[in-house]
């Protein structure tokens, strides 16, 4: 039951948001450039689509996932969630971030600061860890680019405990 709970709700959120995109030339119908700036608001960084910003976001927002602990602000809670807008980990290790969803931070060593909990496995497959951290990579006042399917095609993913 919360499976489906969580698929309907991520069902919606990405359909909700597809409708949103594709209503949204309605007033400005005078644009008729194809260009790809066209796509306003969270401008898709090349290699990440705009589809794939859409799931990221339906994940992160999902009860129980990143914003239960990161905050809807991305800004986390002082010492006990990290903060994810300037985060040098996130920004600089890429690949590792994307391990970290998948696997949890226990199997990712490397940290300076030690939080009272480790962060808990969150997505069973790559589309979807690379989906929600190139969505953390551009919202929440970072700018941090992208991670290609291709950069984390080697990452073994750990059996949920
Ligand atoms: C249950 C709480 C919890 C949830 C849910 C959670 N995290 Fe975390 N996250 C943490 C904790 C705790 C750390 C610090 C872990 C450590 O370094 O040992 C962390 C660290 C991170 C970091 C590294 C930040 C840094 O500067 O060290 C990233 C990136 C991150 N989380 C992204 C996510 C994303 C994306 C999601 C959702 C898919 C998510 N987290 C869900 C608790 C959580």
Avoid: W
Avoid at 98 to 106: A, D, I, K, P, Y
């Amino acid at each position: 039951m919360k499976t489906k709970n969580f698929i309907a709700f991520a069902m919606a959120g990405f359909f909700g948001l597809a409708l949103i995109t594709s209503c949204g030339g309605g007033k400005t119908g005078d644009q008729t450039t194809t260009d790809s700036t066209a796509v306003k608001e969270e401008a898709a960084p090349a290699g990440a689509s705009a589809e794939q910003l859409a799931l990221g976001k339906s994940i992160y927002e999902t009860p129980g996932k990143c914003i239960t602990c990161h905050q809807a602000t991305g800004q986390g809670i002082a010492n006990v969630f990290p903060n994810l807008v300037g985060s040098e980990f996130l920004l600089n290790q890429k690949v590792l971030a994307v391990t970290q969803v998948l696997n949890g931070s226990e199997k990712v060593g490397n940290k300076t600061i030690k939080y009272p909990a480790p962060m808990p496995q969150q997505v069973g497959s790559l589309d979807s860890a690379v989906a929600v951290i190139n969505y953390v990579l551009v919202n929440f006042g970072n700018n941090g680019g992208f991670v290609t399917a291709e950069e984390v095609k080697d990452i073994v993913i750990e059996p949920r405990k």
